[in-house]
Structures are given as C-alpha cells and as structure tokens.
C-alpha cells in the first residue's frame, strides 16, 4: 500500500525560508509524477509545482523562481525548498502522487508566513 507523508512545516517571517519534505512508501513507481499542492480554507486545492515522469518539472506561476521541487528517488524523497515566502504562501501542503487511476495524497503539512 503506497503512503506519503509530509514534514517540514512550520511558522516562518515574510521573506525567510522552508524546507518541506514528502517520504513515499509503498509500491510507487520510481517515475511516477509526484506533486506538491497546497489549500487554504475556502479555496480549491491548487497545484505548486510538479516532477512529471522522468523530471520535467512544472511550477505554479505564482512560486516561480521561489519554490523548487526536487526528488530523491534512492531514498523515495520529494522536497519543495521555498524561500521569499510571502503571506499568500500562507496554506496546508500536500505531497501527492498516483498509483494507476488512483491518487495518493498525503495528510498535509501547514506553512503559515506571518510578522
């Protein structure tokens, strides 16, 4: 059975820096698209940014040149480094991928950017 779990988030100033990280268990196969999404209350979950199959790599345009995804895939790590957060950043993350038709999301990790 395929799990994720997220980790690294946290309280952070405007314009400092996280790390969050995303541990993937299970049968996920090592070029499966994974994903970082992220939710605020009220609003759609909306897409971060992406590793797609071999390591295309696709970012919301509002993280764009903030937020980097990478991926590990000796160790089954996915990592969303983010630096100059701002007070939009403001959300629960998630790490998801796919199994076949069925999505696999993880429990979620809350970033918050306050003064």
């Known amino acids: 059975q395929a799990r994720l779990e997220e980790a690294g988030g946290g309280l952070v100033q405007p314009g400092g820096s996280l790390r969050l990280s995303c541990a993937a268990s299970?049968?996920?196969?090592?070029?499966?698209?994974m994903a970082w999404y992220r939710q605020v209350p009220g609003k759609q979950r909306e897409l971060v940014a992406a590793i797609i199959g071999g390591g295309t790599l696709r970012y919301a345009d509002s993280v764009k040149g903030r937020f980097t995804i990478s991926r590990d895939r000796t160790k089954n790590m996915v990592y969303l480094q983010m630096n100059s957060l701002m007070q939009e950043d403001t959300a629960v993350y998630y790490c998801k991928t796919n199994l076949g038709p069925n999505d696999i999301w993880g429990q979620g990790t809350q970033v918050t950017v306050s003064s």
């Open positions: 299970g049968v996920i196969p090592r070029f499966s698209t």
